[in-house]
């Protein structure tokens, strides 16, 4: 799709602005049969899907629940299929770690293991963050010849482990096996090179493992470290090339700033409210022609399976929209990275709404942004990594294809 | 699609009419809301879509524009991303030129330079066709060793350039870039081969840019030329041997003769008008399984931005489908190649509205050809080379698949 739509890219000044509600898909509360979005009242968001062309957003395929990560790289353009992203990778954008070409980052957890070594629990009781916070200034103090090595907590028993080698780049690699074992009565397991470049790597870990070990031994209960999900960052297409756009992204957590960094888009200082998003939004008005704008609020509240607290932030998001209609984009898309249904207080594989407003959008006979009404949208159940190319039509930034 | 098709085809009586109305979906008129389909009075598409199944077309991909020539090549069953066919090629077609296999075809340009050799004019201020038809005749006279030279006119500035190797095939590649930067103020780029066979033809494409300085120096405006979009007939698999058909094209434009010959399809000689071509589908009924009619009426009114008379090809077209249903074929499937919505006065990427009528299409809720009706119709969004092995099937000639 990418290397189709570059060689069609047209340069105008339209602007585009994307939208993504984190988690934004429901299911109906059995009680009422109706879903989040079925629940609040969105006066504004109906009324924009009245005018918009409307459809469902399939991230990865049928039954497949994404994480963010897939989730965005889909609405950014990328097949999430094509171009996968390790999770140590994730996890280090997660708190927004400045990884660079070349590391190797992995996710760890603080476990607990018997005095036979083997693990007890693989979270340690879930030790809260600031115990977590502590136990990685002691790892901090390991060092190992030829690599420089990275523990950042992260939250709760979890952090990140980054490996950096010192001069010169393409010493490390990511094709490691993961020490967890995923099950309770063993030990953790070496980690093994699963490619020849990667012995020197795999040796550093496991050297890291035994000193952390060591220094860990009398802190019950997390007494050893698990690791698992190590990678490097991918090498995408940067978004700004591709598509011939100015890109920013707003987005008061570190890892939709990440997400939206690793293709390229320029993140801008923003707070940590939707309002102050907004404000950043108006202010860089001029400087750009995309604006990836990210709203959590949705996805916490269906995380917390609390369906009234999805309902509320989705009646806060809709009373912004004629904040951002004010701006008068040339196109405007709606969409999540995927849902989070409160009754299930995890993500979810259901598609999710999408909306797109155009003067060229096209109508269609949905009036309510909602699952239901979006399935009968004229745009369909469309794959995620299509949505851009829709964007980029409606913003009339591409010329036709063949004569 | 193709090589899961031919091997299902068994043969029978069935007659099927495949009918393109150039340019068919369109966008709402802003003052009305309402697009030309829904606001042509068309009371014979609506009762044939009462009876028919109904959908919408995506001709390449969500977003992408279709030209004439994989907007068609979609509708004849051929993936139009994986049968490509080059603009230089695409060109010839429109003029109906006899392009054989080997040729090389390159759309050409007249433009103006300066003294010192740079382009101040890509379109030579879009000279009269009539001035174009003599500056190719001058062309013409241009000799060159080993290789025939054609130079045809297209329209205003546009001609067609042919190369054709004496004797022997595989002598000419059209692997070659173009001698047009694209920008004012630079000289045209001499042609480079983009692989070692196309060396004689860069050489020969190079010396005849050269001649053809030399023959134009005098003419103002129009006295240099830029050439592209070099290249061969591609090699497709044939029609009537794919889906085992006796197929004719019925069409008074010769860019859709030109892509209905490529796919092997016997083109029939008609009169300029839609009412000549349904004599010539009526006079031909029985010597053919498949006939593709083509109308061109709405796409000219769309192009040139005139929703009033897309609304009025419409309506004449409406008029003649008594006539098509009179000859009672088995299949009627009647949809376009891509959009010209009114609004754009151009070719657009909205899918476009498709009726499939056949004692076995089944039924769906559709009782209107329109956009928005197409789009809660029983065949969802479907990619436009699938289209005919639902033909296929609706005309009981392909088997099952698997026992």
């Given at each position: 799709?990418?290397e189709?739509?570059?060689p069609?890219v047209?340069?105008?000044?339209?602007k585009?602005?994307?939208?993504?509600?984190?988690?934004?898909g429901?299911l109906p509360?059995?009680?009422?049969?109706?879903?989040?979005?079925?629940?609040?009242?969105?006066?504004?968001?109906?009324?924009?899907a009245?005018?918009?062309?409307?459809?469902?957003?399939?991230h990865?395929?049928?039954?497949?629940?994404?994480?963010?990560g897939p989730?965005?790289?889909?609405l950014f353009?990328?097949?999430?299929l094509?171009?996968?992203v390790?999770r140590g990778?994730?996890?280090?954008?997660?708190?927004?770690?400045?990884l660079?070409p070349?590391?190797v980052?992995?996710?760890?957890?603080?476990?607990?293991?018997?005095?036979s070594?083997?693990?007890?629990?693989?979270r340690?009781?879930r030790i809260?963050t600031e115990?977590?916070?502590?136990?990685?200034?002691?790892?901090?103090?390991?060092?190992?010849?030829?690599?420089?090595l990275?523990?950042?907590?992260v939250?709760?028993?979890?952090?990140?482990l980054?490996?950096?080698?010192?001069g010169?780049?393409g010493?490390?690699?990511?094709?490691?096996?993961?020490?967890?074992?995923?099950?309770?009565?063993r030990?953790?397991l070496?980690?093994k090179a699963?490619?020849?470049?990667?012995?020197?790597?795999?040796?550093?870990?496991?050297?890291?493992?035994?000193?952390?070990?060591?220094?860990l031994?009398?802190?019950?209960?997390a007494?050893?470290?698990?690791?698992?999900?190590?990678?490097?960052?991918?090498?995408?297409?940067?978004?700004?090339e591709?598509f011939?756009?100015?890109?920013?992204?707003i987005?008061?957590?570190?890892m939709?700033?990440?997400?939206?960094?690793?293709v390229?888009?320029?993140?801008?200082?923003?707070?940590?409210?939707?309002g102050?998003?907004?404000?950043?939004?108006?202010?860089?008005?001029?400087a750009?022609?995309?604006?990836?704008?990210h709203?959590?609020?949705t996805?916490?509240?269906?995380?917390?399976?609390?369906f009234d607290a999805?309902?509320?932030?989705?009646?806060?998001?809709?009373?912004?929209?004629?904040?951002?209609?004010?701006?008068?984009?040339?196109?405007l898309?709606?969409?999540?990275?995927?849902?989070?249904?409160?009754?299930?207080?995890?993500?979810?594989?259901?598609?999710v709404?999408?909306?797109l407003?155009?003067?060229?959008?096209?109508?269609d006979?949905?009036?309510?942004?909602?699952e239901?009404?979006?399935?009968?949208g004229?745009l369909?159940?469309?794959?995620s990594?299509?949505?851009?190319?829709?964007v980029?039509?409606?913003?009339?930034?591409?010329?036709?294809?063949?004569?």
């Amino acid at each position: 799709m990418l290397e189709l739509i570059a060689p069609l890219v047209v340069q105008n000044t339209t602007k585009i602005v994307a939208l993504s509600l984190d988690g934004l898909g429901g299911l109906p509360r059995p009680e009422t049969g109706r879903s989040e979005l079925e629940t609040a009242r969105l006066p504004n968001l109906s009324a924009l899907a009245a005018e918009s062309a409307c459809g469902l957003i399939r991230h990865v395929a049928p039954g497949i629940t994404p994480g963010s990560g897939p989730g965005h790289l889909g609405l950014f353009g990328y097949d999430p299929l094509r171009y996968q992203v390790g999770r140590g990778v994730l996890e280090a954008l997660g708190i927004e770690f400045d990884l660079r070409p070349g590391d190797v980052a992995a996710r760890g957890n603080f476990c607990t293991v018997d005095a036979s070594g083997r693990i007890t629990d693989r979270r340690a009781g879930r030790i809260p963050t600031e115990v977590s916070v502590r136990l990685t200034e002691r790892l901090r103090g390991i060092r190992l010849p030829g690599v420089e090595l990275f523990v950042e907590p992260v939250k709760e028993h979890r952090f990140v482990l980054v490996l950096r080698a010192r001069g010169r780049r393409g010493v490390l690699s990511g094709r490691l096996s993961e020490s967890d074992p995923q099950a309770l009565g063993r030990a953790p397991l070496p980690v093994k090179a699963l490619e020849p470049k990667a012995t020197a790597t795999a040796r550093w870990v496991n050297a890291f493992v035994a000193h952390a070990r060591r220094r860990l031994a009398d802190i019950a209960p997390a007494n050893m470290v698990l690791l698992r999900g190590f990678d490097q960052l991918p090498k995408l297409p940067r978004f700004p090339e591709v598509f011939g756009l100015r890109a920013a992204a707003i987005a008061a957590y570190p890892m939709y700033r990440g997400l939206a960094k690793l293709v390229g888009m320029e993140v801008l200082k923003t707070g940590g409210t939707f309002g102050e998003e907004l404000a950043t939004l108006r202010e860089h008005w001029d400087a750009y022609d995309f604006f990836f704008l990210h709203y959590k609020d949705t996805d916490k509240a269906g995380e917390d399976g609390n369906f009234d607290a999805k309902v509320a932030a989705l009646e806060r998001l809709d009373a912004s929209v004629p904040d951002i209609r004010a701006l008068k984009p040339d196109v405007l898309v709606i969409t999540g990275d995927h849902a989070t249904p409160s009754v299930l207080a995890a993500h979810g594989w259901q598609p999710v709404p999408v909306l797109l407003w155009s003067r060229y959008c096209g109508a269609d006979p949905v009036t309510a942004f909602t699952e239901r009404a979006c399935a009968a949208g004229s745009l369909g159940i469309l794959p995620s990594h299509h949505l851009m190319p829709l964007v980029m039509a409606n913003a009339l930034r591409l010329t036709k294809f063949g004569a």
